[in-house]
Antibody, heavy 122, light 109 residues
Framework: QVQLQQWGAGLLKPSETLSLTCAVY????????WSWIRQPPGKGLEWIGE???????NYNPSLKSRVTISVDTSKNQFSLRLSSVTAADTAVYYC????????????????WGKGTTVTVSS | EMVMTQSPATLSVSPGERATLSCRAS??????LAWYQQKPGQAPRLLIY???TRATGIPARFSGSGSGTEFTLTISSLQSEDFAVYYC???????????FGGGTKVEIK
């Protein structure tokens, strides 16, 4: 059974860099998109970006200038870095696996991490 | 830019009743739409993908329908564990962009 375990610093000061890692257990790393999603307190879900095993990435244009997603296939892990954080980046951050239904290319996220609460405060 | 609009924002339903949730896409997405359930303090859980296919382990009382720009999630007979927030989701593979709807909260009437 596939499991995602995520970790990282939970309290940051404005202008610091958020850093989170998600480890994939019980499944091959290849053949999927590995995504980061966040949810500000009391609000909806926002996609941050994704990576595949080759290292190719896609980012939400609204965050692209500050986001870096990387992969370490030897450890079955992928990571998120978000620079120059502000209070607006306070949120629960989730990692997730995205699959697609062939041959239709219908996409869906079927496995999620438990979430990491990140608070940005001076 | 794709916009996913969910309605209503809040739905008050009595246990055992039927709940109908709507998701509208600003442009056609074919059947490339998924639904998720989220309970307080938990990660979202996949319910439906491909607009109408239930994910593994999802009870038959959950059903999805629609294509193009109009989609519906129906819960045929609400159980106590179904009171939650529901999100629709579309991923466009070019240019790559994943969009969530704003969510519908299903609460006890």
């Amino acid at each position: 059974q596939v499991q995602l375990q995520q970790w990282g610093a939970g309290l940051l000061k404005p202008s610091e860099t958020l850093s989170l890692t998600c480890a994939v257990y019980g499944e091959s790393f290849s053949g999927y998109y590995w995504s980061w999603i966040r949810q500000p307190p009391g609000k909806g879900l926002e996609w941050i970006g994704e990576i595949i095993h080759s290292g190719s990435t896609n980012y939400n244009p609204s965050l692209k200038s500050r986001v870096t997603i990387s992969v370490d296939t030897s450890k079955n892990q992928f990571s998120l870095r978000l620079s120059s954080v502000t209070a607006a980046d306070t949120a629960v951050y989730y990692c997730a696996r995205m699959k697609w239904l062939r041959p239709y290319y219908y996409y869906y996220m079927d496995v999620w991490g438990k979430g990491t609460t990140v608070t940005v405060s001076s | 830019e794709m916009v996913m609009t969910q309605s209503p924002a809040t739905l008050s339903v009595s246990p055992g009743e039927r709940a109908t949730l709507s998701c509208r896409a600003s442009q056609s997405v074919s059947s490339n739409l998924a639904w998720y359930q989220q309970k307080p303090g938990q990660a979202p859980r996949l319910l439906i993908y491909g607009a109408s296919t239930r994910a593994t382990g999802i009870p038959a009382r959950f059903s999805g329908s629609g294509s193009g720009t109009e989609f519906t999630l129906t819960i045929s007979s609400l159980q106590s564990e179904d009171f939650a927030v529901y999100y629709c989701h579309h991923y466009n593979n070019w240019p790559p962009l994943l969009t969530f709807g704003g969510g519908t909260k299903v609460e006890i009437k």
